[in-house]
RNA sequence: GGCCCAUUCGACUAGCGGUUAGGUCGUAAGUUUCUCACACUUAAAACAGCGGUUCGAUUCCGCUAUGGGCUACCA
């Protein structure tokens, strides 16, 4: 059987969307499960979108998620270079080799008069379309005697190189996903494969490079459907053997219908792109999963699941857990709308599952760089163990942990209202007491200590924890008070404890 | 406009001729609890419509509707 080879091949024309991430993904599983290759290859045929920056952003990007590349101009490869720029010599072969063929003519039509016939017809109510039915009656080799085209080529007048759709044909094509899909051959144009500005369209360069590459699947996203005709004629008119396709369903914006895009994170304020971007034009910024605190496992899981499912229950996978279940067949073919919140449930879960020791870790860096407090791992750890069950993100540790690191300053008043009775703080000038003669001060000792200490007074349980839960952290929630005091420490406790009292009265 | 693709709870989806149409997120209620959460239990919530085919259609085939993609010397 032929060895596995896929391809993801951005374009350079500024970050890549978490879409194209998706199809990366997709093809890295792909190649992963097979034992084939995962190849990176940068298509920057058009030189007039090409944004600098945007390459290293691409490879950057998937480095984070973890896709890795088995070839690319970065790991190195024997089919390079992998950058179609690079590769240009190539295809004028390759052009020429479809004239002399006959499957290709050369065109003068300038944009401004092509622009003009698609005007007239659409005010004709008609598709003008260049193909067998329009393409005698204009400006190309096709047309002109031989020496009037020479002649042409040699004043410099810019001309492209045209495939030559055939006449009356049905394509049948097999989709990996979608199954067979039809085409008639006289819907479609006589697509541009060489710029008058000697680089090759996407179609040419695509075909050449996956040919030369030995690509055997094409994995890409749905908006290419449409081409899958023409490629597969390109193929059949060179003479090759065309790589299997698999065309992936759409990412659609969470609300309303459309791709998704850009403008819907900004809008919807959920990052759109794996890492945060300046645009080095408009200096325009755009956020990023990673600067926004999703963990590159939660960020890949939810885009994995996105489109494709195992078939099982199972919805928290990691990359080899991806691997070994993916397969193109369980990946539905309509579009799958974004949602935010699954996706920070996803952050959630992965949370939960990190070690915490690197949960207590980047508590600890968050501490430093947000909030200038310096505290030791341990007690990072610890704090971000105690009430990491409640949130998505390490930055939101902080609104659940705030009491541990900095003494009230302000009690909730809905908290004080319900909790604080005429006889409180009587209570805590007691609860005090007990807790200054606490000598063995471990958690186990202090639960034991006070639990007794309510128990012979007959007072409510509630009552003094609601109380105490108020004068340590200033409102009505945390974790277990016991553990609050034990970490807080004996001192900063009857301190807090004091200033409650005051505040309150 | 033309061509192509799609259509199950609000969202992601399971289902591949006979099911009380299942799961997850979200929402709501309850249990637990010193609080807030977590956890657990439960609830509401879907086969776009119309025709076929069939003993029987969510499932197969048409048509319609809706949505999306493409329609560049962009990818």
Same mark, same amino acid.
């Given at each position: ?370 909030? !200038? +407090? /310096?505290?030791? @791992?341990?007690?990072? *750890?610890? %704090?971000? $163990? &105690?009430?990491?069950?409640? =949130? ?52 186990? !000792? +202090? /639960?034991?200590? @006070?639990?007794?200490? *309510?128990? %012979?007074? $007959? &007072?409510?349980?509630?009552? =003094? ?41």
């Amino acid at each position: 059987m032929q060895e596995v080879r896929v391809r993801f091949a951005p374009s350079p024309t500024g970050p890549l969307h978490i879409g194209g991430v998706r199809t990366a993904l997709y093809n890295y599983l792909f190649a992963r499960k097979n034992g084939g290759k995962m190849i990176l290859r940068i298509e920057d045929t058009d030189q007039t979108r090409f944004v600098p920056g945007a390459e290293q952003y691409i490879v950057e990007s998937l480095d984070w998620c973890g896709i890795k590349f088995d070839e690319s101009d970065y790991v190195g490869g024997s089919f390079g270079p992998y950058k179609q720029s690079n590769r240009k010599h190539l295809y004028k072969q390759y052009s020429d080799e479809l004239l002399e063929k006959g499957h290709a003519y050369i065109a003068f039509d300038t944009p401004e008069e092509l622009e003009k016939y698609r005007k007239e017809a659409e005010a004709n109510k008609q598709t003008f379309i260049y193909n067998c039915q329009s393409r005698n009656n204009l400006r190309n080799s096709l047309t002109m005697s031989k020496q009037e085209v020479e002649m042409l080529i040699a004043n410099g007048t810019p001309y492209t190189v045209r495939f030559m759709i055939p006449e009356n044909r049905e394509i049948v094509m097999h989709d990996l996903i979608r199954g067979e899909v039809h085409v008639q051959s006289n819907t479609l144009d006589d697509k541009v494969l060489f710029k008058s500005d000697g680089m090759p369209t996407y179609h040419l360069a695509n075909i050449v490079d996956d040919h030369l590459m030995k690509i055997s699947h094409v994995i890409r996203g749905e908006e290419w459907l449409p081409s899958m005709a023409l490629h597969v004629m390109l193929y059949e008119a060179f003479g090759w053997e065309a790589p299997q396709f698999a065309h992936l369903p759409l990412l659609l914006k969470p609300d309303g219908n459309g791709k998704l895009s850009k403008r819907d994170g900004d809008r919807l304020g959920f990052p759109v792109f794996p890492l945060f971007w300046t645009d080095p034009k408009t200096g325009e910024t755009a956020s990023g999963y990673k600067q926004s605190g999703y963990y590159p496992e939660a960020f890949i899981n939810m885009l994995a699941l996105l489109g494709w499912n195992p078939g099982t229950e199972q919805e928290i996978f990691n990359m080899e857990e991806l691997t070994e279940a993916f397969s193109l067949d369980r990946c539905s073919k309509s579009g799958a709308k974004f949602n935010v919140e699954k996706t920070k449930w996803f952050n959630h879960e992965w949370l939960m599952r990190k070690p915490e020791v690197e949960v207590g870790h980047d508590y600890q860096q968050w501490l430093k760089d947000e909030k !200038n +407090i /310096d505290t030791n @791992l341990d007690f990072a *750890i610890k %704090v971000a $163990g &105690l009430v990491k069950d409640r =949130v998505n993100f390490v930055k939101e540790i902080w609104e659940q942990s705030f009491f541990f690191f900095e003494a009230p300053t302000s009690y909730d008043e809905v908290t004080v209202k319900k909790r604080w009775k005429e006889n409180s703080a009587q209570t805590m000038r007691d609860v005090a007491e007990v807790i200054r003669n606490i000598e063995d001060f471990n958690l186990a !000792n +202090i /639960d034991a200590t @006070l639990n007794n200490w *309510i128990e %012979v007074n $007959g &007072l409510g349980m509630g009552l =003094v924890m609601n109380s105490l839960r108020l004068m340590l952290v200033g409102a009505g929630k945390g974790p277990h008070i016991g553990e609050i005091i034990e970490m807080l420490g004996k001192e900063e406790v009857l301190r807090r404890i004091e200033s409650g009292i005051k505040a309150l009265g």
